[in-house]
């Protein structure tokens, strides 16, 4: 929306979504399209499971920090359970089942919740909110 001076059908021929994350990626490597818009996670997916993408591929723009997933349990939830579960999660990556899993899921890991992290997010929609009642304003 920053780039597009009145939204992005000023910017690009055609707009679409695609079905999976690996759809959108390989469209780029095709020409099949100009850009793609995916998570980090995705990305870093695709290029290990096909190294000619990190060689074809260049990344223009990267937004700041944002949690993909939040995970909760309900409050009645036993703490022995949940301590069991969060350690349990927190060290997936240190095994190869766990790693796997991560790819399979698309993720590059799990961490702590911080309030902090919602600053990204919140700041996403100010812009956007922002940049939505710009481009209303022109119309």
């Known amino acids: 929306m920053k780039a597009a001076a009145r939204g ?13 994350i690996s759809h959108a990626i390989m469209g780029v490597f095709f020409k099949q399209a100009d850009a793609a818009i995916v998570t980090r996670a ?3 997916t695709s290029r290990q499971l096909n190294p000619q993408l990190e060689t074809q591929l260049t ?20 703490e022995k359970f949940r301590n069991s579960l969060s350690r349990a999660i927190m060290h997936l990556n ?13 993720s590059s890991g799990v961490t702590p919740f911080k309030a902090s ?3 990204g997010l919140e700041e996403l929609l100010r812009e956007q909110s922002r940049l939505k009642t710009k481009s209303a304003k022109r119309k």
């Open 117 to 119: 992290y919602l600053e």
């Open 42 to 44: 995705g990305l870093d």
């Open 94 to 106: 240190k095994s190869n089942g766990g790693r796997q899993l991560y790819t399979i899921f698309q």
């Open 8 to 20: 992005p059908d000023r910017l690009f021929s055609q707009v679409r979504e695609s079905p999976k």
């Open 59 to 78: 990344v223009l723009a990267e937004s700041g920090n944002l949690s993909d997933g939040v995970s909760c349990l309900i409050p009645g939830t036993p």
